[in-house]
């Protein structure tokens, strides 16, 4: 099994940074893609940005493109999600995802139905 857990989330005024980390456990994720999504209030968790194991393929929802940059770090385990020029609109819940459904499969996937595990989230609040 994977255990995720992600930090990093906040209060940040609108033009403002975060940065979000998720960490692996149990076992590596270095083969599998992995995910960032996120659900605002009364709405349905969407896809933000995903990275295939290798790095070569990368996805971006086109609200945050020019603006989020998805990582990982094998050594660590880790996958990132830089945040500049946050928005309101941005304000949600962050969850990260992984999935062996693809492991070792150099793409990027995008829905949540094609991930299998799970973080619990972190709040991020941009103010006006």
């Known amino acids: 099994q994977v255990q995720l857990v992600e930090s990093g989330g906040g209060l940040v005024q609108a033009g403002g940074s975060l940065r979000l980390s998720c960490a692996a456990s149990?076992?590596?994720?270095?083969?599998?893609?992995m995910g960032w999504f996120r659900q605002a209030p009364g709405k349905e968790r969407e896809i933000v940005t995903a990275i295939s194991w290798t790095g070569n393929k990368i996805y971006y929802a086109d609200s945050v493109k020019g603006r989020f940059t998805i990582s990982r770090d094998v050594a660590k385990n880790t996958v990132y999600l830089q945040m500049n020029s946050l928005e309101p609109e941005d304000t949600a819940v962050y969850y990260c995802?992984?999935?062996?459904?693809?492991?070792?499969?150099?793409?990027?996937?995008?829905?949540?139905?094609?991930?299998?595990?799970w973080g619990q989230g972190t709040q991020v609040t941009v103010s006006s």
């Open positions: 995802a992984a999935t062996r459904i693809y492991e070792n499969d150099d793409i990027a996937p995008r829905y949540t139905y094609e991930y299998d595990f």
């Open positions: 149990g076992r590596t994720v270095n083969r599998y893609p």
